[in-house]
């Protein structure tokens, strides 16, 4: 069965820095591309960042282009999330989900329970 | 980037009853590559469609997509009680991937 479990979520405040991890099981990991989602309170879903299956190809949304860092190990079936110089409107639930394929195209077919991050003084 | 506009954006109806919900593109959504998915609340997002018109492994042949270039449409034939939710739409054929504002499926 496919589990994904986020970690490291909590409270931070503006301009602080938070790093998110994602362990999965369950499935080939190095032949999954990977993503980040979040969803504010009350929004819908936005994409935030994703990385190849091999992790030789990022892509970043414009929102944080520059200040988050999208990695993975494939030796430990772990995703991660570094994020930096955070804002209050970085406050959301991320999602970490998996994609069909070790390419960046494809759905998320599968989805993290969640992690709160909340950037407030 | 493509904006994807769903409509109605609350629907209400009865068990048993058929959702028609909607989702257009500001530019054609390339080889189809739009997915559907129910959010129920406090959980996480749950893909049903992909490409379209494939339904994910585990999900109810009540629930079906069609469409193509920029109109596209989910269709759940007969409503039970735990389709009650909120679905998006997304494309992922370019970059960056978008999703739809969502439409809320509540019981009348």
């Known amino acids: 069965e496919v589990q994904l479990s986020e970690s490291g979520g909590g409270l931070v405040q503006p301009g602080g820095s938070l790093r998110l991890s994602c362990a999965a099981s369950?499935?080939?990991?190095?032949?999954?591309?990977m993503s980040w989602v979040r969803q504010a309170p009350g929004k819908g879903p936005e994409w935030v960042s994703d990385?190849?299956?091999?992790?030789?190809?990022?892509r970043y949304a414009d929102s944080v282009k520059g200040r988050f860092t999208i990695s993975r190990d494939n030796s430990k079936n772990t995703l991660h999330l570094q994020m930096s110089s955070l804002r209050v409107e970085d406050t959301a639930v991320y999602y970490c989900?998996?994609?069909?394929?070790?390419?960046?195209?494809?759905?998320?077919?599968?989805w993290g329970q969640g992690a709160l991050v909340t950037v407030s003084s | 980037e493509i904006v994807l506009t769903q409509s109605p954006g609350t629907l209400s109806l009865s068990p048993g009853e058929r959702a028609t919900l909607s989702c257009r593109a500001s530019?054609?959504?390339?080889?189809?590559?739009l997915a559907w998915y129910q959010q129920k609340r406090g959980q996480a997002p749950r893909l049903l469609i992909y490409?379209?018109?494939g339904r994910t492994t585990g999900i109810p042949d009540r629930f079906s997509g069609s469409g193509s270039g920029t109109d596209f449409t989910l269709t759940i034939t007969r409503l039970e009680p735990e389709d009650f939710a909120v679905y998006y739409c997304?494309?992922?054929?370019?970059?960056?991937?978008?999703f739809g504002q969502g439409t809320k499926v509540e019981m009348k």
């Open positions: 989900t998996k994609r069909p394929l070790p390419g960046l195209i494809g759905a998320d077919d599968r």
């Open positions: 369950g499935f080939t990991f190095a032949s999954c591309a």
């Open positions: 990385i190849s299956g091999r992790g030789d190809n990022t």
């Open positions: 530019q054609s959504v390339r080889t189809n590559y």
């Open positions: 490409g379209a018109s």
């Open positions: 997304q494309q992922y054929a370019d970059s960056p991937p978008t």
